[in-house]
Antibody
């Protein structure tokens, strides 16, 4: 069964940093462009960041550009999202998702909750 | 930045047809993907490239896209279709993925 598992979420103080990880089971991330999508409590989906399969290209939503960094280690079959200068507006469930070569996001993890609060 | 507009809510009786729209400037020139999200669960891709269905998605789900509006149609609606639905496009001018605000489908 194809699965994605996010980890690294938790409670962080405003201005703090956190690194999220996403690891698959049942397949290799190597062939996929990957994305991070977040969902604030009671709100809709917000795309956060994308990275090409070879990490040659990265993309960021305006709301996180300059604060978040997406990366991947294909040898470890893991996707990362380094988040810094966190604010209350970053509180959300963060999902990783595979990019089906432009045909939408076909596999999603179950999400990891990030709470920014003092 | 590119904006996708969805109605906040749509209600439909069981067995009837639900139509959820997604508006955007010249969206007909883009590929639209649709997701279903049930409470407490991750989104699921239900339509890609405007009208294609991933394996496992019932034929009751269909999509179309023309002009300034893309449409997700759910025929013979069932109670299990009650969920939030989101449209999505790739905005090549900004190199951003964009989601619509979501539509809550209520089955009466």
């Amino acid at each position: 069964e194809v699965q994605l598992l996010e980890s690294g979420g938790g409670l962080v103080q405003p201005g703090g940093s956190l690194r999220l990880s996403c690891a698959p089971s049942g397949f290799s991330l190597r062939s996929y462009a990957m994305n991070w999508v977040r969902q604030a409590p009671g709100k809709g989906l917000e795309w956060v960041s994308a990275i090409s399969n070879n990490a040659g290209s990265t993309y960021y939503a305006d709301s996180v550009k300059g604060r978040f960094t997406v990366s991947r280690d294909n040898s470890k079959n893991t996707l990362y999202l380094q988040m810094s200068s966190l604010g209350a507006e970053d509180t959300a469930v963060y999902y990783c998702a595979t990019d089906a070569q432009g045909a939408g996001f076909d596999y999603w993890g179950q999400g990891t909750l990030v709470t920014v609060s003092s | 930045s590119y904006v996708l507009t969805q109605p906040p809510s749509v209600s439909v009786a069981p067995g009837k047809t639900a139509t959820i729209t997604c508006g955007g400037h010249n969206i007909g020139s883009k590929s639209v993907h649709w997701y279903q999200q049930k409470p407490g669960q991750a989104p699921v891709l239900v339509i890609y490239y405007d009208s294609d269905r991933p394996s496992g998605i019932p034929e009751r789900f269909s999509g179309s896209n023309s002009g300034n509006t893309a449409t997700l149609t759910i025929s013979r609606v069932e109670a299990g279709d009650e969920a939030d639905y989101y449209c999505q496009v790739w905005d090549s001018s900004s190199d951003h993925w964009v989601f619509g605000g979501g539509t809550k489908l209520t089955v009466l």
